[in-house]
């Protein structure tokens, strides 16, 4: 119960989302680092070693953390309003799902705006710059061009405060097939086929509000300060209510260091704690390394699983001849694969096909958005329902973006090669098992259903719960009855996810 209470306090420190920006300002994990860091690497040591979570050291650094932000939150929320609109309601059907905006307002993934409310006066938080579309907050867009194709009526409006200590000049860059009009520091601007707004400001308060339409793809908002990003720090914030820029950089920083402390120390005591031996480390570092730049290079990645049949020759310390053992040799560069492999895809939105894909996504906005928890997003209970629940879910935490889905799929891809490893082990032995877990990856990614992951389908997802019942159930049959409950639990789990399984 107590692994279980910091566990909780954990997520609430890393996740909850941020006033001030910063490498680690929780949901949406739509930076780099922090999708990494939060949203693969914190859950992979948490199930390597959550004993961890015990120690003082980690106590201290974890309520620091939920200090920090409690602190953090009295300030205004930095960055800009953005709020997307059509001129008309928007209406229509994705495969039996309806997907309605009767006041025209388009929402995105993000939490830290009015994302439940009948008339969001903010959409989404900008506080980062967007170079591409795919940057923008507008997941929406996958059903907008499904119900009316070409989005001529599509708008978003910016509004907020930018404080300068100093006289100095924003610049706005914009897309070529947007055009920006509006006002800043009470002065008119605008923009049109890719130009860039500039306006000379003096020391002080300066409101921003700018429209813009939408047309084509060609989409960029980049808002600079004397030439440098005006993001951070606090120098943009979504009302007229300012903070001093000192607190605002101090939060931030304290904020980062804690988060990064934090794992550098938890990774320390995972490997002393399990110890596998310096060849087992050698190893593990080196074929990640290679399934990193093969999914950097975009070649033979399909062919790691194949590699990591060479983890059954590594020797490995007596001690660490077990499941935790098996996922450093194996799980490791497993995840450092799609960890890079799905870099792209953090802070960006996919595109969707019109397919099951599609309409789970769309099942899952009317579930979390409009809040149809139980109906699931159409009257007619089909398409396997329970996908649209973890899919919304999986966009609460990285927002716009389907990069949690990725990460989900591959973690589940994972259980199923450690559960071929304690069946094969507890027959044949470690080597045997490494073996089994190591072809149970290459089978997958060397076969015609690679494209399955992240691509947002079930049927990963119902195969990981399916595992977690095949585990509930050796522990059981080991002697801990009481782990038959939740085996039934993972496989009611896995029916409505995949009814089919």
């Known amino acids: 119960m107590t692994t279980i209470a910091w566990t909780v306090l954990l997520a609430i420190g890393l996740l909850w989302p941020a006033h001030t920006r910063s490498a680690f300002d929780g949901v949406p994990l739509d930076g780099r680092l922090e999708a990494v860091a939060i949203g693969l690497l914190v859950p992979a040591l948490w199930w390597l070693d959550r004993s961890f979570l015990l120690k003082r050291s980690a106590q201290i650094l974890i309520a620091a953390l939920i200090a920090v932000k409690i602190a953090g939150a009295l300030l205004p929320q930095e960055g800009l309003c953005a709020r997307f609109t059509m001129v008309a309601p928007v209406s229509g059907e994705i495969q039996t799902i309806p997907f309605d905006e009767p006041r025209g307002v388009l929402r995105s993934w993000d939490v830290r705006a009015d ?3 009948e008339a969001p006066r903010c959409t989404a938080i900008v506080d980062r710059p967007y170079a591409a579309a795919s940057a923008f907050p507008a997941w929406f867009t996958n059903a907008i061009d499904f119900i009316r194709p070409g ?17 100095g000049t924003l610049t706005v860059a914009t897309g070529a097939t947007m055009t920006v009009a509006g006002a800043i520091g009470g002065e008119p601007v605008s923009a049109a086929g890719g130009s860039t707004i500039t306006r000379p400001l003096s020391a002080g308060h300066h409101a921003i509000d700018l429209h813009a339409r939408m047309a084509g793809q060609d989409w960029r908002f980049d808002p600079q300060w004397n030439g440098a990003s005006a993001f951070g720090g606090g120098r943009l914030t979504i009302d007229d209510r300012t903070v001093s820029r000192p607190l605002a950089v101090a939060i931030m920083t304290v904020t980062t260091t804690i988060v990064a402390v934090l794992v550098a120390v938890w990774i320390a005591a995972a490997l002393a704690r399990h110890q596998p031996g310096t060849p087992a480390v050698v190893w593990t570092i080196a074929t990640a390394l290679i399934l990193a730049a093969s999914a950097a290079t975009g070649r033979v990645e399909r062919w790691s699983g194949v590699l990591l049949i060479g983890s059954a020759l590594v020797p490995v310390a007596p001690a660490s001849r077990t499941i935790r053992g098996a996922f450093l040799l194996v ?67 990285f927002g716009d973006s389907s990069v949690g889905e990725t990460y989900a799929d591959a973690a589940a891809l994972l259980g199923g090669a450690l559960l071929a490893f304690a069946l094969v082990r507890e027959t044949v032995g470690f080597r045997a098992g ?29 195969a990981g719960f399916a595992f977690l019942a095949a585990f509930a159930l050796l522990r059981a049959r080991s002697g801990a009855a009481a782990a038959a409950v939740p085996a039934g639990l993972w496989a009611v789990l896995m029916f409505y996810t995949r009814l089919n399984h």
């Open 115 to 117: 994302w439940r409310g």
């Open 151 to 167: 989005r001529p009526d599509l708008m978003m409006a910016i509004s907020g405060t930018l404080s300068a200590e100093t006289a």
């Open 331 to 397: 799980g490791v560069p497993w995840l450092a694969l799609f960890a890079v492999r799905s870099l792209p895809l953090v802070g960006h939105f996919s595109i969707y096909s019109a397919d099951d894909w599609l309409t789970y996504q769309v099942a899952g906005y009317r579930i979390f958005m409009h809040g149809y928890w139980l109906e699931g997003g159409s009257a007619t209970f089909d398409y396997q329902p329970l996908y649209r629940w973890i899919s919304g879910a999986l966009h609460l935490v």
């Open 434 to 462: 490494l073996f089994a877990a190591a072809a149970t990856l290459a089978t997958f990614s060397s076969g015609t259903s690679w494209y399955f992951v992240g691509r947002g389908l079930s049927e990963i997802a119902a």
